[in-house]
């Protein structure tokens, strides 16, 4: 390792005073199945609600993480025990919002979950109800997502989600002291998630999952202005005859061959 050098401020001070803030953020619910929408809707939550209100009341969120779980291997090495990842874990997500005068909030999170365990033929009212579960098909939603950006709306980060649904509601705190907005704290479970942007249109741009096609526009570019990056295996022409095949970045530099000649 090479011995500090001397640096002056003006060489780091770009990258610790461009730090990005947690009070820009947008988050939006995925299309939830039928059944759970329309008992939703018989409930006063609209699916206009659920796909803008509730994200724009959501107070604070927190952006996933996820871990390995392992297994030890000894063995292979006198005296060595090696770890190997085998299943990929992900935490749950805390939602904070807050509560409208309509409560509808709260009816949208309380009746999300009454959705799940209400798949006994019972009626609710009677002393001998039960509760049985639905199939995870009809209450789990995916494309939920979560963007992080900044201030000035060059920069962002998004998080989709798959397979999500609420796994529990915190207790709400009531009280006759001076007056407060009323918040509600959920808990989410999924199954996983993607980090990145992830439209068909963002698939095809090459700009999905974080990927930086910057590298690759002057490859894709002619007299007419640049192109859009095709998916993966892909070919794009060009009026000199030559095809132009995208590689993803961390690979090698786009193939240029002869459209008259096979690659080499």
């Not at 090495?77 to 509808?104: M, S, W």
């Not at 009626?123 to 049985?132: A, L, N, T, W």
């Not at 007419?224 to 993803?248: A, C, F």
Request: aromatic share 14%.
């Amino acid at each position: 390792m090479p011995a500090p050098i001397r640096r002056k401020i003006s060489h780091f001070k770009p990258l610790i005073t461009d730090l990005a803030q947690t009070s820009h953020y947008q988050l939006s619910f995925g299309f939830l199945p039928l059944g759970l929408r329309n008992h939703l809707l018989a409930r006063g939550i609209e699916s206009r609600f659920v796909g803008e209100g509730v994200g724009l009341l959501c107070n604070s969120a927190s952006l996933p993480g996820s871990s390995f779980g392992t297994t030890d291997i000894s063995g292979n090495y006198i005296g060595v025990v090696e770890k190997f990842a085998h299943t990929r874990l992900f935490t749950q997500i805390d939602l904070e919002f807050y509560v409208d005068n309509q409560y509808r909030t709260l009816k949208f999170l309380e009746h999300w979950m009454e959705f799940i365990s209400s798949g006994s033929t019972a009626s609710p009212y009677d002393k001998g109800y039960f509760f049985r579960m639905k199939y995870p098909e009809e209450y789990k939603t995916n494309q939920t997502k979560i963007v992080k950006f900044e201030k000035d709306y060059r920069r962002s980060l998004e998080y989709t989600f798959y397979g999500l649904f609420p796994l529990s509601l915190n207790s709400t705190t009531i009280s006759y002291n001076s007056s407060e907005i009323l918040k509600a704290t959920a808990s989410f479970s999924y199954e996983r998630y993607v980090c990145g942007r992830t439209l068909s249109a963002d698939i095809y741009a090459g700009v999905d999952n974080n990927r930086d096609s910057t590298q690759f526009l002057n490859a894709f570019t002619n007299n007419s202005g640049p192109r859009l990056i095709p998916r993966t295996g892909q070919s794009l022409g060009n009026e000199s005859g030559v095809r132009l095949t995208y590689t993803p970045p961390g690979s090698v530099i786009p193939q240029v061959v002869n459209a008259n000649r096979p690659p080499s």
